[in-house]
């Protein structure tokens, strides 16, 4: 078994992202998103008129992956527990699902090719707003994402702070 990598932010926190299970780097330091995926990421929040210090970052899977491979279906109910503790003690406003297996863990589908950049619906304690985008890395895989990943981010920056709603959501 791999490092244990829990989240990290402040607690409780108003904003809240998900990606899906750390990397290499992310094992070593003992933090989510420190590799290149989460530099992208530090860049498109920086962009968008948030940081890290002001939302709190963890991931379904908290451990690495062999093969860096994506989490099984029963490796994400596994570490499901741990991430409700998290949502409990954050209380988020605002949730950020980044990538497919984000995507899965809150909708019991993984399409993020369909669903990103739209709310998920998913009814948590505190009815917080869940919006859906690309991992970060992906950006780094297919350059052409990166782009949508970080006009994403900017849309989730303007409703966190209340400067757009979603058409059809108030």
């Not at 992310?26 to 530099?39: A, I, L, N, T, Y």
């Not at 279906?73 to 570490?79: L, S, V, W, Y």
């Not at 669903?115 to 890395?137: K, S």
Request: with cysteine; glycine share 10%.
């Amino acid at each position: 078994m791999t490092k244990l990598v829990q989240g990290y932010g402040p607690v409780p926190c108003d904003v809240m992202l998900i990606g899906e299970a750390p990397g290499a780097e992310e094992e070593q330091e003992g933090r989510p998103f420190v590799g290149k995926s989460g530099q992208l990421l530090q860049r498109a929040l920086q962009d968008a008129g948030l940081s890290y210090e002001q939302v709190y970052i963890t991931n379904v899977y908290k451990h690495r992956t062999p093969d860096n491979r994506t989490p099984t279906q029963e490796e994400i109910f596994e570490h499901w527990p741990m991430l409700v503790d998290e949502l409990q003690a954050v209380q988020p406003k605002y949730i950020l699902l980044m990538g497919a297996t984000a995507l899965f863990a809150f909708s019991g589908d993984g399409r993020i090719a369909q669903a990103h950049g739209t709310r998920v619906a998913r009814q948590l304690p505190g009815n917080p707003f869940i919006f859906a985008t690309y991992h970060p890395a992906a950006g780094l895989y297919k350059p052409g994402l990166k782009q949508v990943f970080a006009q994403e981010i900017q849309t989730f920056a303007q409703v966190v702070n209340g400067e757009y709603t979603i058409p059809g959501i108030g």
